[in-house]
């Protein structure tokens, strides 16, 4: 067990763990007896779809439940005290030139189970996330994603901290 990995994450992305944990415990959990509970006074349970479907999320839930556990075990919540002004590291919201596409971007670079590219929250252990730490305002920064074979060169505009 000493050897076991931990998982580096924003204190608000700890927050956010631990909240979900505490729903899906409590009020999910609730929620999904009620649902079988019901089903069961459909009927037959081998032809009832209503209590396989109850069943089926309450087998998520406690999956879920287990991963989130396990996040939370072994979380290390990045200490954003340490972090040296402008200088970008997990936490840090920086805004990017794309020399290539011409186009301004921003990411939030957070830890790996944190990552949501919709949200404009990529990781620090993605190639875009590790090549960005460690630079500041004004530096080029230039890489390349293996998987797709794209190659980016982009421009620091800002660094800040939430």
């Given at each position: 067990?000493?050897?076991?990995?931990?998982?580096?994450?924003?204190?608000?992305?700890?927050?956010e763990?631990?909240?979900?944990?505490?729903?899906?415990?409590?009020?999910?959990?609730?929620?999904?007896?009620?649902?079988?509970?019901?089903?069961?006074?459909?009927?037959?349970?081998?032809?009832?779809?209503?209590?396989?479907?109850?069943?089926?999320?309450?087998?998520?839930?406690?999956?879920?439940?287990?991963?989130?556990?396990?996040?939370?075990?072994?979380?290390?919540?990045?200490?954003?005290?340490?972090?040296v002004?402008?200088?970008?590291?997990i936490?840090?919201t920086?805004?990017?030139?794309?020399?290539?596409?011409?186009?301004?971007?921003?990411?939030?670079?957070?830890?790996?189970?944190?990552?949501?590219?919709?949200s404009?929250?990529?990781?620090?252990?993605?190639?875009?996330?590790?090549a960005l730490i460690?630079?500041?305002?004004?530096d080029?920064?230039?890489?390349?994603?293996?998987?797709?074979?794209?190659?980016?060169?982009?421009r620091?505009?800002?660094?800040?901290?939430?």
């Amino acid at each position: 067990m000493a050897n076991e990995k931990k998982i580096t994450m924003t204190q608000q992305g700890y927050d956010e763990l631990v909240k979900e944990l505490q729903w899906r415990e409590g009020e999910e959990r609730e929620r999904i007896k009620n649902d079988i509970v019901v089903a069961r006074g459909f009927g037959d349970l081998s032809e009832n779809a209503e209590y396989d479907a109850a069943r089926n999320a309450q087998a998520e839930n406690e999956a879920r439940i287990l991963k989130l556990k396990y996040d939370i075990e072994h979380a290390e919540v990045y200490d954003a005290s340490k972090a040296v002004r402008g200088v970008i590291d997990i936490g840090s919201t920086v805004k990017v030139r794309d020399e290539v596409a011409g186009e301004d971007l921003t990411y939030r670079i957070v830890g790996s189970n944190e990552a949501d590219i919709i949200s404009g929250k990529i990781s620090d252990q993605s190639p875009v996330g590790a090549a960005l730490i460690g630079h500041k305002k004004g530096d080029t920064v230039t890489g390349t994603v293996e998987a797709s074979g794209y190659t980016f060169t982009y421009r620091i505009l800002s660094v800040s901290r939430d």
